[in-house]
């Protein structure tokens, strides 16, 4: 019940947003804000972006959507207007939303002046959102801010834009994983519509396993910084049990300074400035056509830059144990372990750990395949 009062009360929100970002259309900040990011009209039709107003409280006040919630709060047995809009401000407080001032007892919205992105979980139903900072008036303010856990709302069961292909019955060629909201809405944007973003640091079991029911080949698409590999790390040692022999997972770093928004959105923007430079105007075929030409460019990127999960790995034991081959191996090899028996990932990291004692090629080669054998036998066996 809890649960589905939090996703009503999300609805109402939604629509408030929604609703908000169209009263500032014309507002200098905004336009400003979505011209830097890039934004089309089909991206607010897509993720039904909005704008957050300072009195969000009020949206609640409305006698049309207390009534919605009416049936939400009926258990309470409350006495009053009053004591609904309490209990409403209290759910509201639970999901982030609303927040209490240290100075007085008064409510106020974090979200406030700021970008909103609604959070949609695998249904397609809203259970969350984020909020974006719009300017730097405030150095000090966080980029992001994003909504608290809640009975409908839990980070490590959420990948934002998953339900742009929950519906598909046939398993998809491969999803791209990236680590910002405007990395999936940019590269749906182009036609890749089978991509997420994380919503923590790295991607979970639980989320793993929905990934894997809708395609047998992830590829991470993250930003080449320190915090780009620790996500990396994370997450390829969470996927290793789940990797039997017809699922892999490749990764792509990208330049610093680059994510997919900025390398897409730029390349996007270039082509339609020179399309208005031709006298043209973004019609759909346009704006197809221009998607289309972008999504072909990016692919080669994808092609050509993504790499094996042992890169990541090794990577990984090089900094736990700098200068120390030995340690190197051992770790890679309890990695390897942690694969399923058989599998064609344990035997690219038990290749890559006998790389590691600069052993012959042939040696190698004929030592992965011997531990590959081995691994079949086993698997046969406990069948």
């Known amino acids: 019940m809890i649960e589905e009062r939090i996703k009503a009360i999300c609805k109402i929100l939604l629509e408030s947003f929604e609703w908000a970002i169209r009263e500032h259309k014309d507002s200098p900040v905004v336009i400003d804000f ?120 839990e980070k ?18 491969f999803i791209i994983i990236n680590e910002g909201y405007f990395d999936t809405s940019s590269l749906a944007r182009i036609g890749y519509f089978n991509n997420v973003a994380l919503s923590g640091v790295a ?31 994370k997450s390829v040692l969470n996927s290793l049990p789940l990797l039997s022999e017809n699922r892999s997972i490749r990764v792509l770093f990208n330049e610093p300074g680059e994510d997919p928004d900025s390398i897409t959105t730029k390349s996007f923007g270039d082509k339609l400035d020179m399309a208005y430079a031709q006298g043209l105007d973004l019609t759909p075929e346009l704006e197809k056509s221009i998607a289309t030409e972008v999504r072909e460019e990016y692919s080669q990127i994808l092609r050509n ?17 700098p200068n120390n081959p ?21 035997g690219q990291i038990v290749k890559q750990a006998m790389l590691m004692d600069n052993a012959p090629k042939k040696a190698v080669e004929h030592a992965a395949s011997h531990v590959g054998e081995i691994n079949r036998q086993t698997q046969s066996m406990s069948v």
């Open 156 to 173: 490590s069961k959420i990948l934002y834009g998953a339900h742009q292909f929950n519906s598909s019955k046939k398993k998809l060629p």
């Open 203 to 233: 991607c979970s079991p639980e989320q793993f396993k929905m990934l894997f029911s809708k395609s047998d080949n992830l590829l991470f698409n993250l930003d080449g910084d320190e915090a780009g590999y620790n996500s990396a790390i």
């Open 34 to 153: 979505a011209e830097k990011r890039g934004f089309i009209m089909s991206d607010f039709e897509r993720f039904r972006y909005g704008y957050c107003y300072r009195s969000i409280q009020k949206t609640f006040e409305h006698k049309s959507n207390i009534n919605k919630l009416l049936p939400f709060y009926q258990a309470h047995k409350f006495q009053s207007p009053q004591e609904i809009r309490d209990l409403i401000h209290r759910d509201l407080k639970r999901m982030g939303i609303l927040k209490e001032s240290t100075r007085d007892d008064s409510l106020y919205c974090p979200l406030a002046g700021r970008f909103i992105i609604p959070i949609f979980n695998q249904e397609g139903e809203v259970v969350s959102f984020a909020g974006r900072k719009i300017n730097d008036d405030n150095p000090k303010s966080p980029k992001y801010i994003n909504g608290d856990t809640t009975a409908a709302y």
């Open 305 to 321: 830059n993504s790499k094996c999960i042992t890169h990541v790995l090794k990577y990984a034991v090089e900094r736990e144990f």
């Open 326 to 346: 030995d340690k190197q191996k051992i770790r890679l090899m309890q990695f390897a372990c942690k694969a399923p028996y058989g599998s064609k990932t344990r």
